[in-house]
């Protein structure tokens, strides 16, 4: 990423000590990510941008699948942020936009402490949050869309 040195000052703040020393944007790559065994997923598009102000990091992504194989019989996340997560506290966020997926498409994901990836999950209509599956994506046409945020070790 690029990281902005000599600080970031607000207005016409120029005291150092509010300069915001850790500012960073950049790109990263996403992937989705089966908790359990292998697959082969291959991407027609596949990008990501990310902002990261301290020990924040906002990331956005979209990715769509071109065609894939293996066991859909397993949980699901995605990998590839760009900083790695604290694991000292559970942490969740996210918001997602699903298109063309044959089953139930994430509203949330719970990040994997010590890692660079989470877990999705959505909620279903008897109040509780369910584990996104493999077999809930179209292996051959799934357009996603996703942010959020987390917090780095």
């Known amino acids: 990423g690029t990281a902005i ?9 120029t005291a150092s000590t509010n300069a915001l020393d850790d ?6 790559t996403p992937s989705f990510y089966p908790q359990s065994s292998a697959m082969t997923l291959n991407y027609d598009l596949r990008t990501g941008s990310y902002v990261k102000i301290g020990r924040v990091v906002y990331w956005q992504f979209r ?8 066991q859909t019989n397993q949980s699901l996340g995605f990998s590839g942020l760009p900083y790695t997560v604290d694991g000292t506290q559970p942490q969740c966020s996210g918001a997602f ?3 063309s997926w044959t089953g139930e498409i994430p509203n949330s994901c719970i990040y994997h402490g010590s890692s660079t990836r989470g877990e999705f999950y959505y909620y279903n209509s008897s109040s509780k ?3 996104s599956y493999a077999a809930d994506l179209n292996l051959s046409n799934s357009y996603t869309i996703g942010s959020g945020f987390y917090f780095v070790a």
Do not use: A
């Open 5 to 13: 040195t000599g600080g970031l000052l607000f207005g016409n703040d």
């Open 23 to 28: 500012y960073e944007e950049g790109s990263w």
């Open 63 to 70: 990715m769509r699948l071109s065609s894939g194989s293996g």
């Open 97 to 99: 936009y699903g298109e």
């Open 129 to 131: 949050y369910n584990i």
